[in-house]
């Protein structure tokens, strides 16, 4: 290998680096909270698993520690209560002394599920207990979170908040996906409204915050990812490719690059900007 090849491997290296980071994962012990937490720990960084008891986050850290060599924590956190979130920063701090990322993942998303009869999530029918369940995990979560978390970055002036919106933060969901044959349209499933919402408020939070914070060295942006196949029904998954112009959904690990790119110095010029990483969905 050529010298300058060496230094410019090296700079990549450093630049995309993340060697000691402490890195927290909201709803780390779930499906892509565990690929971002991969991607941290690629990097060298630390990840540190925040999710609730269920969950089992001290698990999943202990298993990703094993698989891929790294040091990892598992925190059991409730993100809705501001006193779980400043506990868990106090047990980061007491082990790691330092926290450097903040990866505010967590969200309620469930099922688009068709039934008999009344469909929950419907506007007309979309209990205001459901809505404000999803906000206070999804919006409020995220908000609590970054000023416990955010404030001690601010305080060291130096830290990274990355905020997983959606293309649904872009484009309203197209409820022809959702549809099942044989049902009644007011039985009809359909993506609820509070998960739009919640990705919208992400965007605008992620905008607040990176004004908010820029001169204390906190960078905050966003990245909007598209739907991520994990064994849908062909049905939907034929429609919602339709959708899409690189014909497909996302595989698990195609944000790791996103994810790395906002957490490290790669982006240090970057701040209140939203990602957008959905096959050209919203091109459309």
């Not at 094993?66 to 209560?81: K, R, V, W």
Request: net charge neutral; with cysteine; glycine share 10%.
């Amino acid at each position: 290998m050529k010298p300058g090849s060496v230094v410019a491997e090296n700079k990549l290296r450093e630049l995309f680096g993340l060697s000691g980071r402490v890195a927290v994962v909201t709803g780390g012990a779930g499906l892509l909270g565990m690929k971002h937490a991969e991607a941290i720990a690629f990097a060298g960084g630390i990840p540190v698993l925040l999710d609730l008891p269920q969950a089992c986050p001290d698990q999943k850290a202990k298993m990703l520690s094993s698989t891929l060599h790294c040091e990892s924590l598992g925190i059991a956190a409730d993100i809705s209560n501001e006193q779980s979130i400043t506990n868990a920063r106090d047990q980061i701090l007491e082990k790691f002394s330092r926290l450097d990322i903040l990866i505010n993942n967590a969200a309620n998303n469930p099922k688009m599920e068709a039934g008999t009869g009344k469909q929950w999530s419907r506007l007309e029918n979309l209990s205001v207990d459901t809505w404000e369940a999803d906000l206070r995990v999804g919006l409020t979560g995220a908000f609590l979170c970054s000023r416990v978390f955010g404030s001690e970055m601010a305080r060291r002036r130096s830290g990274v908040i990355v905020n997983i919106a959606s293309d649904l933060a872009l484009i309203g969901p197209d409820q022809r996906i959702y549809r099942k044959a044989g049902i009644p349209d007011l039985e009809q499933p359909v993506k609820p409204v509070t998960y739009s919402v919640v990705k919208s408020g992400l965007v605008g939070l992620t905008r607040y915050l990176a004004t908010y914070w820029a001169d204390a060295g906190v960078r905050v942006n966003c990245i909007s990812p598209g739907g991520v196949y994990n064994g849908q029904p062909a049905d939907f998954v034929s429609k919602l490719q339709t959708l899409i112009p690189l014909g497909r959904m996302a595989h698990l690990d195609e944000y790791q690059g996103a994810m790395l790119f906002l957490c490290s110095d790669a982006s240090s010029y970057m701040t209140g900007s939203n990602l957008v990483v959905d096959g050209g969905r919203t091109c459309w």
